[in-house]
């Protein structure tokens, strides 16, 4: 059976690629090294943040000469994404050595399962794979089309004018502040192709940082889950196949949570700023959904809307994954028949059964767990934020 681990990365192989950032790390000692590993990496940036100092330009501008509210906000939204997307490609290229680790964790572990031939223990495996390609496939799709809708919309929208007017009037994807006039037909073209490959880049950066994060939660909960199975047989009459049984299961369990903590270690800084961003977000987007009258601008801030919910839901939803497996590795010894066994065989049992209690999770910079709760804090603390600019606006 094909690695769960190396099939899912193969899947997300083409994000890293393009966006610069790589999966397979090396070391990079001197200056050299890394422009020469991460020169496309460097391009991407550079690309991305002319961009992003032109959007955070307009909005002062914008604000010294009195635009309205949902003009402000327009652009609001995407330098927020844009700003989020440095900091996950960044603190994830920082954690090369924890992302090495973690990797040569799970594929220990993938290859200590290969030869158990259970049936049980297939469908387990299968089961997270169908759920993961699922889940990659849908997250891809939809930031196909979220990216389609932003590009296109500015050629649309100049389309019905041109079919009113008869006259050709330039538009841009982004409203972005540059050293030179970009709606002059020398330079548009280059602005527009600018602009879709930077909002090409967010997406390639963001959804392989968070692609290969669903991927190592699935298969860490995967591994739980065959854990689980392991100890509920673990009883048997043999004490000695007992103790070697049961010491395997202890270090897989102490290896489980390590690669718990790396995954932590690699994400922590990134999911924080996430959390206070998605909130951002997901008020503005919505915001602009319900104040800009125009329907193909409705249309794309909608599918950002969707997307931005989608991004955020996910990053709860696979941490609490991690939580509900590892807590989940208790009830398993407690169905494991331990009252047939020996009184030192169970306190034994007993001990894991503690640890496995305190669950493990993921965290924002130990600030807020990374749960379905969180998520749904997330959701009420941009509602409320979403309230007051429809209330300001109102002023």
Not at 10 to 22: A, C
Not at 182 to 188: E, G
Not at 357 to 366: D, G, H, I, V
Request: aromatic share 14%; charged share 20%.
């Amino acid at each position: 059976m094909t690695s769960l681990f190396d099939d899912s990365l193969r899947k997300i192989q083409f994000l890293f690629k393009y966006s610069g950032m790589h999966l397979e790390l090396k070391s990079s000692k001197t200056i050299a090294d890394i422009i020469r590993y991460r020169w496309l990496y460097i391009i991407n940036f550079l690309w991305l943040n002319t961009d992003v100092i032109g959007e955070i330009f307009w909005i002062i501008d914008g604000a010294a000469n009195g635009k309205k509210l949902s003009e402000l906000t327009y652009i609001a939204p995407c330098t927020t994404l844009c700003m989020l997307a440095n900091l996950k490609s960044i603190f994830l290229i920082l954690s090369e050595d924890a992302l090495t680790q973690l990797t040569k964790n799970l594929r220990e572990m993938e290859r200590s399962e290969d030869g158990s031939e259970n049936m049980v223990k297939d469908t387990i495996i299968e089961e997270q794979r169908s759920f993961l390609n699922v889940v990659i496939s849908a997250l891809n799709f939809w930031n196909a089309m979220t990216v389609i809708a932003f590009s296109l919309t500015p050629l649309v929208l100049m389309a019905v004018e041109f079919r009113k007017t008869n006259e050709v009037e330039l538009m841009l994807p982004f409203l972005i502040v540059y050293p030179f006039d970009s709606y002059d037909i020398k330079y548009w073209p280059f602005v527009y192709l600018h602009q879709v490959w930077s909002s090409c880049i967010v997406v390639l950066e963001i959804g392989g940082a968070d692609c290969l994060f669903y991927t190592c939660c699935t298969v860490i909960r995967t591994q739980f889950r065959l854990l689980q199975h392991d100890f509920e047989g673990i009883i048997s009459t043999n004490e000695s196949e007992f103790q070697e049984k049961f010491l395997k299961l202890v270090v897989r369990h102490q290896e489980l949570m390590r690669s718990v903590n790396l995954l932590e270690k690699m994400y922590t800084k990134s999911t924080l700023f996430n959390f206070v961003s998605s909130s951002f977000l997901i008020c503005l987007t919505g915001f602009n959904v319900t104040a800009i009258d125009d329907v193909a601008f409705v249309l794309s801030f909608l599918t950002f809307l969707l997307m931005s919910l989608l991004q955020i839901f996910l990053l709860c939803f696979f941490g609490d994954m991690i939580m509900t497996s590892s807590l989940e590795v208790s009830i398993a010894i407690y169905n494991s028949r331990w009252y047939l066994a020996k009184a030192t065989t169970a306190k034994q049992l007993f001990l894991v059964q503690i640890r496995a209690q305190k669950p493990c999770k993921l965290t924002a910079s130990s600030y807020a767990d990374v749960n379905l709760r969180a998520f749904m804090r997330i959701l009420s603390t941009a509602w409320s934020y979403f309230a007051l600019l429809k209330t300001i606006e109102k002023d």
